[in-house]
């Protein structure tokens, strides 16, 4: 039997400063529709945004607890999202803007960090049938009332991982600026080496500067691999189980840490 290959790609605000990225990243997805996948592509902010957005709130003295911020907040993935996807099917693709509410991407607790409780698979199955591209805004979901629920700042590693699990996937793809992490800052010293492998506890130990550190004990929990790459790059650097953690200098990782954003 025939299992159709699917792959969830999440592109971070580091790749993503203005729509003149749009045919960057448009090549990346291209690359997975010519190896047979389906594509579900979670999108961030515009670099940026967020901040802006944060400020806007704080301007109106809008209340961290209240929808009206939520939906504020998150404004900024819903724009990047909806400009992806009307790029892409002005350039001939077959791809569709999907909020997480049609997902039934359901999330509870504090409403601007919240963690995810469910989501429909077989939504987001039907959907990829009618379109091959998916392109579906990060960092929100919605409460059992259908409001709008934020999933904490740098929210939308937490999607990517999260819909992957619900396609029963064992990888996802986060995008980044640089082709992978190192085992320190390669802007600053020539003998640098990229990590291929880092295991969860190295990952974790870092903080939560790589990667949004819920994503990171998410995906630990359900053994699912990141993928940290650079756009059109085919090699990566791993964070999984399963293999002989790897030795770095924890602190001069960290002082690598915001260019892999």
Known sequence: MHTQKRAVLKFGGSVLSSPANFSRITSEIQKHLDEGFQVVAIVSAYFGVTEQLISQARERNFFTSSIEYAELISSGEFQSATDLSTHLI????????????????????????????????????????????IIMPGFSAVDFEQNCILLG?????????????ALKLDCVRLLKDV????????????????????DYQTARSIGGELIQTEALDFAASKNICIDIAAIGKSNASR?????????????????VSACAL
């Open 153 to 165: 700042r740098g929210g939308s590693d937490i999607s990517a991982v999260y819909v992957a699990q």
């Open 239 to 255: 964070i999984g189980p399963g293999l002989k953690p790897v030795q770095v200098n924890v602190s001069a990782l960290n002082q």
């Open 90 to 133: 002005q350039q001939g693709f077959k791809a569709s803007f999907k909020a997480p509410s049609a997902f039934s991407f359901i999330a509870e607790g504090k409403r601007d960090c919240a963690a995810p409780v469910s989501i429909d698979a077989g939504k987001i199955i039907a959907a990829l049938k009618q379109t091959p591209i």
């Open 179 to 198: 082709n992978g992490l190192y085992d320190m800052d390669p802007n600053k010293y020539t003998n640098a080496q990229r990590l291929s492998y880092i």
